[in-house]
């Protein structure tokens, strides 16, 4: 399963790719507005940082005005990708778009169905929001299950791109699921690494090596 990081923050992004272990970054208005930077720039910056692709989501609603700031931001670096909100207008616009060989992300997906269409129209990367459906009270892994499930039953090779990342349980069931990605957090990255039990017994390890009186350097 690949690692995106979901954010805009340059500091957590650079930090984070020096581990190895990021294949990609996601970004969307919300994140950009958090960033506090100017959205062609930091895109540009994020890009230079991490070689896997990088979400860049258009903010018009009409396939015609998409297409023309999604020619714009994939000027921004080579491995940009659009991300399209899942409406008819977003997956108009995203056939268009794979159709030149341009990757695509749909967006705001929380439904089997609205993730049938968006393969259908070719999209590169799929993004389910899995805490927002958590929210309203859903089980957003579900849908992870079930898309995973359809895409398989007929070949489809979108990806899906685990989105709405909260927990470290969220990432361990988009794995066992078969999910292609998933998107996450800065913070939930750094808690997957940890248990205290890892603590606990590397503690243990350094006082008995301690006591040995030994060194290896
Ligand atoms: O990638 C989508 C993600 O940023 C949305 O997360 O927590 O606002 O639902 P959240």
Same mark, same amino acid.
């Given at each position: 399963?690949?690692?995106?990081?979901?954010?805009?923050?340059?500091?957590?992004?650079?930090?984070?790719?020096?581990?190895?272990?990021?294949?990609?970054?996601?970004?969307?208005?919300?994140?950009?507005?958090?960033?506090?930077?100017?959205?062609?720039?930091?895109?540009?910056?994020?890009?230079?940082?991490? &070689?896997?692709?990088?979400?860049?989501?258009?903010?018009?609603?009409?396939?015609?005005?998409?297409?023309?700031?999604?020619?714009?931001?994939?000027?921004?670096?080579?491995?940009?990708?659009?991300?399209v909100p899942m409406t008819a207008e977003g997956l108009k616009t995203c056939k268009a778009l794979t159709d030149e060989?341009?990757?695509?992300?749909?967006?705001?997906?929380?439904?089997?169905?609205?993730?049938?269409?968006?393969?259908?129209?070719?999209?590169?990367?799929?993004?389910?929001?899995?805490?927002?459906?958590?929210?309203?009270? &859903?089980?957003?892994?579900?849908?992870?299950?079930?898309?995973?499930?359809?895409?398989?039953?007929?070949?489809f090779d979108t990806q899906i791109l685990v989105a709405s990342i909260r927990t470290v349980e969220h990432v361990k069931?988009?794995? !066992?699921?078969?999910?292609?990605?998933?998107?996450?957090?800065?913070?939930?990255?750094?808690? !997957?690494?940890?248990?205290?039990?890892? &603590?606990?017994?590397?503690?243990?390890?350094?006082? &008995?090596?301690?006591?040995?009186?030994?060194?290896?350097?």
């Amino acid at each position: 399963m690949k690692f995106f990081l979901d954010t805009a923050e340059i500091d957590d992004i650079r930090e984070l790719a020096k581990s190895g272990l990021i294949d990609g970054v996601t970004t969307n208005p919300s994140l950009i507005k958090k960033s506090g930077r100017d959205f062609v720039e930091v895109i540009k910056e994020i890009s230079d940082i991490v &070689d896997g692709p990088i979400s860049a989501e258009t903010i018009a609603t009409d396939t015609e005005t998409m297409l023309k700031e999604a020619k714009k931001l994939v000027g921004i670096s080579k491995n940009i990708t659009i991300k399209v909100p899942m409406t008819a207008e977003g997956l108009k616009t995203c056939k268009a778009l794979t159709d030149e060989g341009i990757m695509v992300n749909v967006t705001l997906c929380f439904s089997a169905n609205q993730a049938l269409l968006a393969a259908k129209a070719g999209a590169t990367f799929i993004s389910p929001f899995v805490g927002r459906l958590d929210d309203i009270g &859903d089980d957003g892994m579900d849908l992870i299950e079930d898309i995973r499930i359809i895409y398989d039953n007929y070949g489809f090779d979108t990806q899906i791109l685990v989105a709405s990342i909260r927990t470290v349980e969220h990432v361990k069931r988009s794995a !066992l699921i078969g999910a292609d990605v998933a998107t996450v957090p800065p913070k939930i990255i750094h808690e !997957l690494y940890n248990h205290p039990l890892t &603590d606990k017994g590397l503690e243990a390890f350094l006082k &008995d090596w301690g006591e040995t009186g030994q060194t290896i350097l």
